[in-house]
Nanobody, 124 residues
Framework: VQLVDAGGGTVQAGGSLRLSCTAS????????VGWFRQAPVNEREFVAA????????YYADSLKDRFTISKDTAKNTVYLQMNSLKPEGTAVYYCAVGRPIMSSISQESQYYYWGQGTQVAVSS
């Protein structure tokens, strides 16, 4: 699966961005699509995930009130809507695809296809 993640940019604190993740060569059917982020001095962390079949969504506790993950079946695309962004949200955001079990949905080891990452910068 070849993933293209896009939509990053620079935004002021309190602003919004919408990231997108598209598979160029196959459907997401049967997979979960996750978003992870990595700031320069931090380890990569889980942001959110969605199961393509059924649409169940999962979020990092600290982000679930401001971030929304969704899918567009016709476009074979997953979106991450990020609102009320904070400077600590500055990171490279990656989409990833895998077949994690529910208890492991936030573990990056469960995802085996990754996008190239898109940079998000939040200024204070």
């Amino acid at each position: 699966v070849q993933l293209v993640d896009a939509g990053g940019g620079t935004v002021q604190a309190g602003g919004s961005l919408r990231l997108s993740c598209t598979a160029s060569d196959r459907s997401f059917s049967g997979y979960a699509v996750g978003w992870f982020r990595q700031a320069p001095v931090n380890e990569r962390e889980f942001v959110a995930a969605i199961r393509w079949s059924g649409g169940n969504t999962y979020y990092a506790d600290s982000l679930k009130d401001r971030f929304t993950i969704s899918k567009d079946t016709a476009k074979n695309t997953v979106y991450l809507q990020m609102n009320s962004l904070k400077p600590e949200g500055t990171a490279v955001y990656y989409c990833a695809v895998g077949r994690p079990i529910m208890s492991s949905i936030s573990q990056e080891s469960q995802y085996y296809y990754w996008g190239q990452g898109t940079q998000v910068a939040v200024s204070s």
